[in-house]
């Protein structure tokens, strides 16, 4: 769905991404390390098209990234379902509204989706939070409510950007456990950390591939886990 | 156009999407109130002088006056005479001359009714309709000298002209007002829209962030800004109209003093008003947020 093929990506000189090469297929479980300042948000952005890439290929469900207008990626974007590093809610509408705001934009949000609204408000345990404005939850309930924002629509590829960052070990867990759940489901999932700690505890739950960002570029990990 | 009525339907989704707080909302709304109010008034003038041009030029274009000034043995003759050589001038139509019943009705606003008119030294009127062309109004008066002396030919269009030509240059003052009030409507609600736009940037990358096309984002705020305009403008209007139903009505005894308020199907026109200010504040917001689309970076 997802094809780098020689991605390179620079913001001005400095070249962040060079020569990648990685195909997010679907029901695939991918783990993207490095620490901070390797460019791991950087990969994600070209992933969800905030950012083009500055040469190579990059081609989103078979269409060249660099050739897509506005409205081509408003369109794919309903099918990647993205964790926003910094949740990006518009704090003026409630923790519900942010999550069914996927559906509102696409003018989808019906009798029936609000039950599945509330079946997932349920299911990420915000049930109790509906009423609230982003800015009143918790860092572990803004992780929740960013992530069923990104699976409102049923996306083909749930991209994460630290979603255990500023969480406790508990709920860091309880959102991983999220996110498995989702792969089981057929879900293609990729997730941005720096805490190796995470990408063990989940070793063996799910077939996960790991890479690590280093010095621009994208390499296997594995035994040393 | 359906575009346009679509968007006043609504888009609910986008209803409450952007943020409703913001000076730039109520800027607009007064904006398009005063402004719609304005546009009454300068549509009223252009109405008005209108209807007082096309009244001069239709009901006088075509009537003149003689009058016969002479002692009380000879005016009879002379009215006679006056008429015989009206009657053979060219350009001429019909002449007759009032009766005293006439002219005494005539003359009752100014000096009352009741005096004997035979008593006072009262000009006899002669009332001609003349072909669109008219007669040559020299050689007219020259014949009447010679025949009746006492005659003297009344030329309207002597001062018609100029006063049609007023009324025309009013109604094209009236006409540049109105266009000068869309064009500052205009650009009040494009600065109003862009700045809500600029001011609500990391809204727009949310949206897009989670898949909002621009028609949607675009929508969202065009609304908000045509519907303000619309209400605004609406009131402002209906305001102006209230004003100018208590105009007091001056009648048929105001003769040429046209009332100032519309009059008949004027009224609908003024209700076009409103929905001129809502198509332009549509216009002037689609194209502030096509501008804002193309220019606020991405996520
Ligand atoms: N908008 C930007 N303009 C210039 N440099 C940027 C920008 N965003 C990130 N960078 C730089 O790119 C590098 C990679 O950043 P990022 O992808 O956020 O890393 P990570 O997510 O792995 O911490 C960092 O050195 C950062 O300073
Ligand atoms: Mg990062």
New binding site residues.
């Given amino acids: 769905m997802i094809e780098f093929s020689g991605t390179r990506f620079s ?2 000189q ?1 070249t ?1 991404l060079s020569d990648l090469n990685l195909s997010i297929t679907p029901g695939s479980f991918h783990f993207l390390t ?1 620490p ?8 994600l952005k070209l992933c969800y098209m905030a950012l083009t890439p500055t040469g190579g290929g990059l081609t989103v469900f078979g269409k060249e990234a660099a050739m897509l207008t506005r409205d081509d990626i408003a369109r794919f974007r309903r099918k990647i379902g993205v964790m926003h590093q910094n949740c990006q809610f518009l704090d003026h509408l409630s923790v519900e509204d942010n999550i069914a705001l996927p559906l509102r934009v696409q003018d989808k949000f019906t009798e029936s989706r609000a039950t599945d609204l509330a079946d997932l408000m349920d299911w990420v345990g915000l049930s109790h939070r509906a009423a609230a404005l982003p800015p009143e939850l918790s860092g572990g309930e803004r992780q929740r409510a960013a992530l069923a924002r990104a699976v409102m629509i049923s996306p083909d590829v749930i991209i994460a950007d630290e979603p255990t960052g500023n969480l406790d070990w508990d709920m860091a867990q309880r959102v991983l456990t999220l996110l498995v759940e989702l792969n089981r489901m057929g879900k293609a999932v990729l997730i ?1 950390t720096h805490d190796l700690n995470i990408i063990r505890s989940v070793k063996g739950q799910v077939n996960a591939r790991v890479l690590r ?1 280093k010095s621009g570029q994208l390499q296997l990990a594995g035994s040393d886990l | 156009m359906s575009r346009f009525l679509r968007l006043l339907r609504g888009h609910p989704a986008a209803e409450q999407i952007v943020p409703r707080a913001g000076f730039t909302a109520w800027l607009t709304g007064l904006t398009a109130f005063a402004m719609a109010a304005l546009a009454v008034c300068a549509l009223a003038a252009t109405f008005a002088a209108g209807r007082l041009a096309d009244r001069w030029s239709s009901e006088l274009a075509r009537s003149s006056t003689v009058q016969v000034l002479a002692p009380a043995e000879e005016v009879d003759r002379q009215v006679t005479a006056a008429l015989a050589a009206l009657r053979t001038t060219p350009g001429i139509v019909s002449a007759r001359a009032l009766d005293m019943a006439e002219q005494e009705a005539l003359l009752a606003p100014w000096i009352g009714t009741g005096l004997p008119l035979d008593a006072l030294p009262v000009p006899r009127l002669i009332v001609i309709e003349e072909t669109v062309e008219g007669p040559d109004a020299a050689a007219l008066a020259l014949r009447l000298t010679a025949e009746a002396p006492g005659a003297q030919y009344d030329d309207h269009t002597r001062w018609r002209r100029p006063m049609i030509a007023a009324a025309d240059r009013l109604r094209l003052i009236s006409g540049a007002a109105l266009a000068l009030i869309l064009f500052a409507t205009a650009a009040m609600v494009t600065l109003a829209s862009r700045a809500a736009l600029a001011a609500n940037a990391r809204v727009i990358t949310t949206l897009r962030l989670v898949g909002a096309e621009d028609r949607f984002i675009a929508g969202a705020f065009t609304r908000r800004f045509t519907l303000r305009a619309l209400i605004g403008a609406g009131l402002g209007a209906a305001g102006a109209a209230l004003a100018f139903l208590f105009v007091p009505d001056v009648g048929a005894e105001g003769a040429f003093v046209t009332g100032l308020a519309p009059q008949g199907q004027e009224w609908l026109a003024l209700a076009g008003v409103p929905l001129i200010a809502a198509i332009t504040a549509y216009i002037a917001t689609a194209r502030a947020a096509k501008r804002a689309l193309n220019t606020i970076e991405e996520a």
Avoid: C, Q, V
């Avoid at chain 1, 901070?36 to 990969?43: I, Q, V």
């Fill in positions: 913001y001005g400095d962040i490095g901070s300042g390797a460019g791991k948000t950087t990969f941005a960002l």
